[in-house]
């Protein structure tokens, strides 16, 4: 494909936070996760394609919001 778009904005390390009331990485609502996806391809357009994503998911569940917080944290940590 040689007139194909070309991302420009290569070489770079992207991290990524995302906050979200429910769980959408695993389980049953993973096929609700739009956010990801999109961010995934409009930044993969630009040419970064070096991205790393952070999670807190659960927030708004009933008695999860500790639990959330603490499994972001770990993510982070890795």
């Not at 630009?46 to 659960?58: A, C, I, N, S």
């Not at 708004?60 to 917080?69: D, K, V, Y």
């Amino acid at each position: 494909m040689d007139n194909a778009p070309v991302g420009l904005v290569t070489g770079k390390k992207v991290y990524r936070a995302m906050a979200s009331g429910g769980v959408y990485s695993e389980g049953p609502a993973a096929g609700y996760d739009f956010v990801a996806p999109y961010l995934k391809a409009v930044l993969g357009f630009l040419g970064m394609t070096d991205v790393t994503v952070y999670r807190v998911e659960g927030t708004a569940m009933s008695g999860q919001q500790e639990i959330a917080l603490q499994k972001g944290l770990d993510s982070i940590a890795v």
